[in-house]
């Protein structure tokens, strides 16, 4: 079963986000700290031009800090600087600010050679759906103006909010690609809740976790947490396994709760994703 999704108001978003970014100096472009290379729309680069781009890379508290260190030295031989936060917190979101507000200094410079006088800098927060782009404008903010949710396709309008003397934000709604040309991305954005989840089946997504965590050798975090072993090579025959076990059979319930339990941070610190080599 393929997993597509891109709900009308998505794109009706990024028709008026394309029509915004005219007005804007900087971007922000979150991704999600588990899967930042399949939360990264192929679209950033055409719409950041020439503007200044700060990459934030959220959900820092949801993977191991050796893999964070190896995604930021990747990052840096890219020639990019990485700012990883935790938005719900707080953590990281400083730097963050000030690397905005260093690009609004840049740009009133180059307005006072030409005899303008200065203005806030005007900053855009795109990203996945629900990779944490409210809740990173809130802790900016230092207070809760925008709605965020653990859901994808909260924030449904595009709009400003003054952050300080020198900085404006525009919250814009999740962007997604049209289509999402890895099925292996689509799957580990259902299993991080990056899209909606009309777009997905709970067993098939709840199964490819499993095999990811297989993947990485990491199927002892199920047994850990389920009180039962991983004897099988098959995500399918585990899950079944498990729905014995734990829910009488009920195969749709234990994938849901185990897709929970992972969104929730219960299997443990997971990335599901590494730096390319």
């Not at 795109?126 to 404008?137: M, R, T, Y």
């Not at 949710?149 to 404006?168: D, Y």
């Not at 990485?216 to 947490?225: D, E, I, M």
Request: aromatic share 6%; net charge positive.
């Amino acid at each position: 079963m393929s997993i597509q999704w891109y709900p009308g108001h998505i794109a009706k978003a990024e028709r008026t986000l394309t029509e915004q970014l005219k007005r804007v100096d900087v971007i922000l472009e979150v991704r999600d700290a588990r899967i930042p290379l399949a939360t990264h729309h192929p679209q950033v680069p055409h719409w950041v031009g020439s503007k200044t781009k700060v990459l934030v890379i959220n959900r820092m508290d949801m993977i191991p800090s050796h893999i964070q260190k190896q995604w930021e030295e990747w990052f840096q031989q890219g020639g990019e600087t990485a700012y990883f936060t935790n938005a719900q917190l707080g953590n990281g979101v400083e730097a963050v600010a000030k690397a905005a507000q260093l690009a609004g200094v840049q740009l009133n410079e180059k307005r006072a050679s030409r005899g303008m006088l200065p203005r806030p800098v005007r900053a855009v927060v795109i990203g996945f759906p629900n990779v944490g782009k409210s809740a990173l404008i809130n802790r900016l903010l230092k207070r809760r103006v925008v709605e965020s949710a653990r859901r994808a396709g909260v924030t449904r309008q595009l709009r400003w909010v003054r952050i300080s003397e020198t900085l404006e934000l525009l919250d814009a709604p999740g962007v997604i690609p049209t289509q999402i040309k890895k099925q292996e991305d689509a799957l580990k954005l259902a299993i991080c809740e990056d899209i909606g989840e009309a777009a997905y089946e709970n067993q098939q997504v709840a199964i490819a976790l499993i095999e990811f965590l297989q993947d990485f050798n990491l199927q002892h975090l199920l047994a850990a947490r389920y009180q039962l072993e991983f004897k099988t090579l098959s995500g399918e025959v585990y899950l079944q396994e498990l729905a014995e076990y734990r829910h009488k059979g009920d195969i749709e319930r234990t994938a849901r709760q185990l897709l929970n339990d992972f969104r929730k941070g219960l299997l443990g610190n997971i990335a599901l994703e590494l730096p390319p080599h």
